[in-house]
T-cell receptor, first 114, second 110 residues
Framework: DTGVSQDPRHKITKRGQNVTFRCDPI?????LYWYRQTLGQGPEFLTY????????KSRLLSDRFSAERPKGSFSTLEIQRTEQGDSAMYLC????????????FGEGSRLTVL | SQQGEEDPQALSIQEGENATMNCSYK?????LQWYRQNSGRGLVHLIL?????REKHSGRLRVTLDTSKKSSSLLITASRAADTASYFC??????????FGAGTRLFVKA
């Protein structure tokens, strides 16, 4: 068990470009979450999956954001036409289907939009 | 949007002292969790307390929950410089979405 891994750890892009982040959860975890965190704030919920089904999506997530988990394993978060306000840390977490819901986080992908 | 609000926003103490952080939330919950985050890193789960529990201990951590006041507190006893981090409370309602507060930044001076 290598924990939750995220790639890339850092991404610098120009405004208007598309970016994609990948998350590999802990192998036996079937719930996967995406959060966004800006400096000095707590993680903001974006979306979560149970297996391959996307069960909830925050209203914070504009149409420029899309997340997938095609085979119920790894997930991708794509941001199209990035804006400077998208600059943040994007955190992925996974959990089992047990009722406690303890989240295991990756180290995050930091996005800087110039 | 964030459900929880932590208080204080920042806390600076000497090594060996106790640190107390408070969290208030707005809606009914299934459980409340506390997480720790070192600068630039991911979050690490510390402790979970269910809605029908009032107090829980884990090592130097003590968590209390008052559902009537919709509040929780995290006490770290005999703090160490290595406890310097941000601490977040997180609540989970009837579904599986976990909502985080804005956090308390703890600085423990050696």
């Amino acid at each position: 068990d290598t924990g939750v891994s995220q790639d890339p750890r850092h991404k610098i892009t120009k405004r208007g470009q598309n970016v994609t982040f990948r998350c590999d959860p802990i192998s036996e975890h079937n719930r996967l979450y995406w959060y966004r965190q800006t400096l000095g704030q707590g993680p903001e919920f974006l979306t979560y999956f149970q297996n391959e089904a996307q069960l909830e999506k925050s209203r914070l997530l504009s149409d420029r954001f899309s997340a997938e988990r095609p085979k119920g394993s790894f997930s991708t978060l794509e941001i199209q036409r990035t804006e400077q306000g998208d600059s943040a840390m994007y955190l992925c977490a996974s959990s089992t289907t047990g009722d406690t819901g303890e989240l295991f986080f990756g180290e995050g992908s930091r996005l800087t939009v110039l | 949007s964030q459900q929880g609000e932590e208080d204080p926003q920042a806390l600076s103490i000497q090594e060996g002292e106790n640190a107390t952080m408070n969290c208030s939330y707005k809606t009914s919950i299934n459980n409340l969790q506390w997480y720790r985050q070192n600068s630039g890193r991911g979050l690490v789960h510390l402790i979970l307390i269910r809605s029908n529990e009032r107090e829980k201990h884990s090592g130097r951590l003590r968590v209390t929950l008052d559902t009537s006041k919709k509040s929780s507190s995290l006490l770290i006893t005999a703090s160490r410089a290595a406890d310097t981090a941000s601490y977040f409370c997180a609540t989970r309602g009837g579904g599986f979405k976990t909502i985080f507060g804005a956090g308390t930044r703890l600085f423990v001076k050696a």
